[in-house]
Structures are given as structure tokens and as C-alpha cells.
């Protein structure tokens, strides 16, 4: 009996032991990950805080020997960057509030109504869905150009391209909406609501996590955007966004002179969708595995 016992305690510390060691290695591993992508961003923010002697330049070292603003400072003051960070807001806000209304209620439309047509109306939006969007850009900017939603205007027009098509993208919200009993919805309409009061006062208040990812997707989508806003908006600052307007500052000409406020203009692109993802992060990963669920 005795030798039973100390084969179990062997056992037991040796399954302890491996499971230790394995555990050292993956969190050795996710910090050398985690040093590997961190390394550019911290690098960028360095080099918008040397205020060393001759600023303008790119120079061999990391570390400024001299701490300051004066990158933040240049550029507000000498590019349109206020203007380009005015356009990027804008179009992430209004984007996010559309596409996530598109997105929901399409979400919950293939999740609880059974219509002739359903299936192949999935199906075609998958297949439609795998295709890349920028084949598209050219039709799209000849599109937007004839009424007059490029360049100067061009935030209406990423508006309405970004939002046109978002409804395809139901597949995550759909999943989690078909986590939640049909009872709840049987039950509200047997006390009289409608379908858009199910939806709007009994759906919504319980799927708090896919409607805070589903914000979140749509707006890190224009806030980081450049090939298609390139297409829009590519010769005119008010129409400019962040990413087209930061590409201009460091062209083969001006890389020299704007290359510290180039990094600074990233920092700066960078605080909102990190501050939006540290506070909501929880939301969106239950939101991605709540709808990460066959339909």
C-alpha cells in the first residue's frame, strides 16, 4: 500500500514538474513574441521624441540623446495632420455606427427568420465574400468620381463604400446570436413586441460582447486604411486621411525633413485603437468566441 502511495506522489510531482517546464516555455516564447512585435512600436516612439541637434535628420541610434516634443510640434504645425486625424475620426465613427447596424441586423435576420432563399443567399455572400476587395477599387473610385464623393469629399464616399457591403460580414454575429435561446424571442412576441423590439430590447442587451467586437472590427477598418483612401483621396488634404496623409509627409523629398513627425503622427494614430482595445479587450474576445459557433 505504502509503495502505491509513493508511486501516485511520484507520479503527481513528475506530471507538476512537466507541466512547469511547459508552461516556462510557452510564456518564454510569448515574451520573445510579444519583444518582436513591440520592438518597431517602441522604436517609433523613440525616434517622435528626439529633439537632438539636428532634428530633420535620420540618424544610427535608438535612444535620442535629446528628449523633447518638438517632432509633436512640427507636426501640427508646418502639415495638415489636425485635418488628416479630423477625416480618419470621422469616418471610423460614422463607419462603425453603420456597419454595425448593417452587420447586426443582418446577423439576426439569418439567425431567427426562415425565408425561401435563405440558404443560397448565405452561400452567395460567402462566396461573394472570398474575392478581394480591391479588385473593385477602380469601378469604385469611377463610381464615387462621377458623383462627386472623391478627393475634397472623399470621407463621404469611404463612408458610403466602407458601409455598402458590410452585411456580408455576418458570419461571427450570427453565430452568437444563435447562442441565445429562441424562447426568449417566442416569448416576447407572445407578450405583444414586434420584431425590432425582440431584437432592440431583448437581443441586444444580452450580446454586449459581439456588438462592442463588432464596433471595435469596424472601426480599427478606416481608422488603419490606406490602399483604397489612396484611390479617393490622393491629391487633395481636406479629403486626405491619416495613413495617406502620413505617406505624403515622407516621400523620397521630404522623408528627411519629416521624418521624426512621421513617427510622432503614428504614435499619435496609434492611442486611440489601443486605449479602445485595452479597455474593451475582455468584450472582444468573448465576442469572437461567442460567435465562433456553427450555424
Known amino acids: 500500500m505504502a509503495a502505491k502511495n509513493n508511486k501516485k506522489k511520484k507520479n503527481a510531482m513528475g506530471i507538476k514538474k512537466a507541466t512547469l517546464i511547459s508552461n516556462i516555455i510557452i510564456y518564454v516564447i510569448l515574451v520573445l513574441m510579444m519583444i518582436v512585435w513591440l520592438f518597431p512600436f517602441i522604436c517609433m516612439v523613440l525616434e517622435s521624441l528626439r529633439a537632438d541637434a539636428d532634428t530633420a535628420s535620420i540618424t544610427g541610434h535608438v535612444i535620442p540623446e535629446v528628449w523633447g516634443i518638438d517632432s509633436y510640434k512640427r507636426l501640427f504645425q508646418e502639415t495638415k495632420f489636425a485635418r488628416w486625424y479630423l477625416n480618419t475620426f470621422i469616418t471610423a465613427v460614422f463607419t462603425a455606427i453603420f456597419q454595425t447596424f448593417f452587420v447586426l441586423s443582418m446577423s439576426y435576420t439569418l439567425s431567427r427568420l426562415r425565408f425561401k432563399g435563405r440558404k443560397f443567399l448565405m452561400n452567395f455572400m460567402l462566396i461573394l465574400g472570398m474575392f478581394p476587395g480591391f479588385l473593385s477599387m477602380i469601378l469604385l473610385y469611377k463610381v464615387m468620381s462621377w458623383v462627386q ?3 475634397a469629399n472623399a470621407v463621404v464616399g469611404l463612408v458610403i463604400v466602407y458601409c455598402a457591403s458590410s452585411g456580408m460580414g455576418y458570419y461571427v454575429s450570427k453565430g452568437f446570436f444563435d447562442t441565445i435561446p ?3 424571442d417566442e416569448a416576447a412576441r407572445v407578450d405583444g413586441a414586434n420584431r425590432f423590439q425582440v431584437f432592440y430590447k431583448i437581443i ?5 460582447p459581439i456588438v462592442i467586437y463588432t464596433v471595435l472590427t469596424a472601426f ?3 481608422w488603419g486604411d490606406f490602399m ?14 491619416v495613413a495617406v496623409g502620413l505617406k505624403d509627409m515622407i516621400d523620397k523629398t521630404r522623408i528627411s525633413t519629416f521624418y521624426t513627425a512621421f513617427c510622432a503622427g503614428g504614435v499619435l494614430v496609434a492611442v486611440p485603437v489601443t486605449t479602445l482595445f485595452m479597455f474593451l479587450q475582455r468584450y472582444y474576445v468573448e465576442g469572437v468566441t461567442g460567435g465562433a459557433v456553427k450555424g
Open 204 to 208: 441586444l442587451p444580452l450580446s454586449k
Open 182 to 184: 429562441r424562447s426568449l
Open 149 to 151: 464623393l472623391t478627393q
Open 220 to 222: 480599427m477598418g478606416p
Open 228 to 241: 483604397f483612401a489612396s484611390y479617393m483621396a490622393h491629391a487633395e488634404n481636406k479629403g486626405m486621411n
